[in-house]
């Protein structure tokens, strides 16, 4: 449907998909992956090396507002349109 998909919290020991399978299978045609407030990027890919051809996004995965962390993550797409963003992921 034309959709993106950027696994979450691929850092975390459970409900993610590094966690469940162990690895990414590349014929996801992903380029993104998300990991959580608490997670250095750059120390994941430290120790998972094969995550080193992802690009990442971070978020708070908050369930409540004042979990709501600072922005660390930003986009710049061609411009504000829907396929312009989705377009952004797909790179």
Same mark, same amino acid.
């Given at each position: 449907m034309g959709g993106i998909v950027i696994p979450a919290h691929i850092d975390r020991?459970?409900? +993610?998909?590094?966690?469940? %399978?162990?690895? $990414?299978?590349?014929?996801?045609?992903?380029?993104?992956l998300?990991?959580?407030?608490?997670?250095?990027?750059?120390s994941l890919i430290q120790s998972n090396k094969e995550l080193?051809?992802?690009?990442?996004?971070?978020? +708070?995965?908050?369930?409540? %507002?004042?979990? $709501?962390?600072?922005?660390?993550s930003w986009i710049e797409p061609g411009s504000l349109t829907v396929s312009d963003i989705l377009e952004y992921f797909r790179e």
């Open positions: 020991s459970s409900y +993610s998909l590094l966690s469940n %399978l162990g690895v $990414i299978p590349a014929n996801l045609g992903i380029h993104f998300e990991c959580s407030a608490h997670c250095d990027p750059a080193s051809s992802y690009r990442f996004i971070q978020s +708070s995965d908050a369930h409540h %507002l004042w979990d $709501i962390m600072e922005k660390v």
